[in-house]
């Protein structure tokens, strides 16, 4: 998970969407259909394939003022001059202030990174680890289905923060949340609690279920 370039402070081309929350090193497949954004998809590809993602809130009608790069490592055109693209999540930025709204936005952006420690953070997690397998547990138990627990889970602990934030489902401002803390420590224990939440809530629902079987 790199980012090629020295520069604190560039231009970005930006791409707001609804309720969605990129996180550094996960793949993010995206149909390219709107006009504006097909104009941005190919003058992307003449240059360094990197384009900034945003949640754009549905209520509002604006975007975050944080978000995650997203560089396109594969594409397919489509017919209409429609487009396939496949991107992965770079480094996180935050957006100084826009330089352009039309045909599509373009920020000024600086890159942001969490703050350094010295802590111990695999204590952290392994907690979220075993929260993580109770409740793939208990999901299977509750659906009565075979739910492999995934293998390909990170085990550095930053990207494990990422990894477990966009695992994350319906709850795209809590992803938004976790995606601008900028301390590793506090990005964990934040999952930490939300996963003993979901364990016991999953576990008080199997144990009713034990009841009435």
């Known amino acids: 998970m790199t980012f090629s370039s020295s520069i604190a402070v560039r231009e970005l081309p930006l791409f707001p969407l609804p309720n969605l929350v990129l996180f550094p090193g996960r793949h993010l497949p995206l149909h390219i259909f709107e006009f504006r954004y097909r104009i941005m998809m190919n003058t992307i590809l003449q240059s360094d394939r990197r384009f900034g993602v945003l949640m754009l809130d549905p209520a509002t009608g ?20 429609r487009m396939k693209i496949l991107t992965i999540g770079q480094q996180r930025f935050r957006v100084l202030n826009y330089v352009r709204q039309k045909p599509y936005r373009v920020g000024l952006v600086e890159w942001i990174e969490d703050n350094p420690t010295e802590e111990d953070l695999y204590p952290l997690s ?12 208990l ?45 590793t420590t506090e990005r964990l224990e934040r999952e930490v609690d939300i996963l003993t939440t979901t364990r016991n809530h999953l576990a008080a629902r199997a144990a009713l279920k034990d009841v009435l079987e």
């Open 139 to 183: 999901s299977a138990k509750l659906t009565s289905q075979e739910i492999e627990f995934p293998e390909n889970i990170p085990e550095l602990p930053l990207e494990l923060s990422y990894w477990v934030a966009s695992n994350l489902y319906g709850v795209a401002d809590e992803q938004q949340s976790l995606l601008e803390i900028q301390d």
């Open 62 to 81: 604006q975007p975050s003022p944080v978000g995650c790069c997203a560089e396109i490592i594969h594409y397919q055109r489509l017919a209409d001059d």
């Open 126 to 137: 392994t907690e979220l680890e075993r929260l993580l397998r109770d409740v793939v547990r």
